[in-house]
């Protein structure tokens, strides 16, 4: 009998992952319609390497504390699975391995390509008459995948951004001179994080100053205007940028040509860096940028109990929808209100999803491409709430050890 589930991570992580893990371990540990719980490791590489660990034995207390742990404790990959008319052998492979391990269901937790894998991987089995659930569990800190209120993982990356800039701008208000500080914040194509920088605000603090995301041409003529202006009413600003700005002709500001090496070679640098440049070329005033890069994903001691709890949910749902027959899905979210902040779950087609991308819409950007509205504000504030207690030893943050992705060299 195929009642056996193997889950798997994939893609980039997020401090939040985990939990959606703990939450399909979870449910399927205690599901008396399935056997053994196995995880594949460097997702869907694990099921063609034939690399498991298994979870059936864990209990609460073990799951609580993989729930909490950052990053992907089944560790990841960024492997493009083919059609199966480009290598129909490799198909073969996988459901071989489901085949001889009794696998009835397959939980496949990641972001677009991670979708788009689950959508090939239903089809084939529904085009081979294959007796298995193939589900997906979204996450990304990005927050791009459509038709999902948000993703896991990007409430609690949003909330690191927001007290991040926060800080940084009381650093900055510390000298009586002025001075630009340009934060740069992950989001290649769609600027959810950096739209999460203006929950940094107090009435007293209105950092960051100015807000720039993908979604709108940028103009570095019109940048400098909007510096100049603020450096007129305020001593010290805040700037956040998208990494992913880009021209109206859709070049990267990224790769801004500008700056050579001694053999003439272009050098292409962070966003935050170009403008750091063209600030101190410009203006002469004091400037610095800072990359928050990884960190907005592995902060695990600041996660946001409200991602960290659906984050769960998501995970059980995807389980206990397989559970009915169903395959070829995602678990999604759907808003019902903002205040009081109600959501509920449900099961989209995976193939609806995959592939596709969500902006942050037009209403959540100002009129001049340089800040966010209140309708922004209001879609964010309820993700970031509450906070998921890390466990700390000797005054540094406890994590389950990860030893199956530690490599040792004797």
């Known amino acids: ?172 208000y510390i000298y009586d001179t002025k001075s630009v500080t340009i934060i740069e914040i992950m989001g290649r194509d769609a600027g959810w994080l950096t739209t999460a920088s203006a929950l940094a605000r107090t009435k007293s603090s209105p950092a960051p100053h100015l807000i720039y995301l993908p979604e709108v041409a940028f103009s570095k003529d019109n940048f400098i205007e909007d510096v100049k202006k603020n450096l007129e009413r305020y001593k010290n600003i805040v700037v956040a940028v998208s990494e992913g700005i880009h021209d109206k002709s859709g070049n990267y500001i990224s790769a801004d040509t500008t700056y050579s090496d001694r053999f003439g070679h272009s050098q292409l640098s962070g966003a935050g860096r170009i403008l750091e440049n063209l600030v101190k070329d410009r203006l002469g005033v004091k400037v610095r940028s800072i990359e928050l890069n990884v960190l907005q994903r592995c902060a695990g001691h600041i996660v946001s109990k409200t991602d960290f709890t659906e984050a769960f949910a998501q995970g059980e749902y995807a389980v206990t929808h397989s559970l009915t027959g169903a395959s070829g899905f995602m678990s999604a979210i759907r808003r019902i209100s903002d205040s009081p902040y109600r959501t509920e779950l449900f099961a989209v087609d995976v193939a609806d999803v995959a592939n596709k991308a969500k902006p942050v819409p037009e209403s959540f950007i100002n009129e001049y491409g340089n800040n966010v509205t209140k309708s922004a504000v209001d879609y964010l504030t309820p993700l970031i709430q509450g906070e998921a207690a890390a466990d700390f030893e000797n005054g540094v943050v406890d994590y389950l050890p990860v030893l199956h992705l530690v490599h040792h060299r004797i």
Request: hydrophobic share 40%; with cysteine.
């Open 1 to 172: 009998m195929n009642n056996n589930l193997i889950v798997a991570q994939s893609g980039g992580p997020t401090a939040a992952i985990n939990s959606s893990l703990a939450g399909v371990c979870s449910a399927a540990v205690k599901s008396p319609q399935i056997g053994q719980v196995y995880g594949s490791v460097h997702g869907i590489q694990g099921v063609i390497k034939d690399q498991f660990i298994e979870f059936t034995d864990w209990d609460d207390t073990a799951l609580d504390r993989l729930a909490k742990t950052p990053a992907m404790y089944l560790g990841s990959c960024r492997f493009k699975l083919p059609e199966p008319s480009e290598d129909e052998e490799l198909y073969k492979t996988i459901f071989d391995r489901f085949e001889s391990m009794h696998i009835g269901y397959f939980i496949y937790i990641g972001g677009n390509d991670s979708m788009d894998t689950v959508v090939k991987l239903s089809a084939y089995a529904k085009a081979h008459n294959k007796q298995i659930s193939i589900a997906g569990v979204p996450k990304t800190i990005d927050n791009d995948l459509i038709i999902t209120d948000h993703t896991p993982g990007f409430g609690s990356a949003a909330k690191y951004v927001a007290n991040t800039v926060r800080e940084v701008a009381y650093d900055t």
